[in-house]
């Protein structure tokens, strides 16, 4: 069973609340994977980009700047997709307006603080990041 959960997150300062995709198991439901990339996307970015990542995400209306359409990064970028850029704007080394800026924090944080510990963090960002270059439209 799917359902919404507005958590309290601190990201670099800033004091943001998240709502986070999550999942309630039956004795009879598997736990989904700890770093699936597909699953990451839904429990920590659908409710902001939308279950198909193009930006319609159930809390998209309420943000000051709308969610990007993550399946366009390549095509943004001369049809290459940055795995490191992406890495980046994740973990929150590289910035983005709505992304760690008040409206959502780094998740490179917020992973950090998770029940899982910080030493997970990479491998979770590299999944967001495998899962979000597999979702790329073509040109």
């Not at 919404?4 to 300062?13: C, D, H």
């Not at 359409?69 to 390549?74: C, G, I, K, M, R």
């Not at 992304?99 to 992973?111: S, Y």
């Amino acid at each position: 069973m799917k359902s919404f959960a507005i958590r309290l997150v601190t990201a670099g300062g800033l004091i943001a609340l998240v709502a986070a995709n999550t999942w309630a198991q039956s004795a009879s439901q598997p736990a989904p994977a700890k770093f699936g990339g597909s699953e990451m996307f839904s429990r920590y970015c659908a409710t902001c980009h939308g279950a198909r990542a193009i930006g319609d995400g159930p809390l998209a209306a309420m943000l000051r700047k709308p969610p990007a359409n993550l399946t366009l990064l390549a095509l943004r970028n001369g049809g290459v997709f940055s795995g490191e850029m992406v890495s980046r704007i994740i973990d929150g080394r590289k910035p983005l307006a709505g992304h760690g800026g008040g409206d959502m924090p780094a998740w490179g944080d917020a992973f950090g603080r998770s029940s899982d510990g910080p030493d997970t963090t990479p491998g979770k960002i590299a999944a967001l990041v495998d899962y979000l270059e597999s979702i790329q439209q073509k040109p």
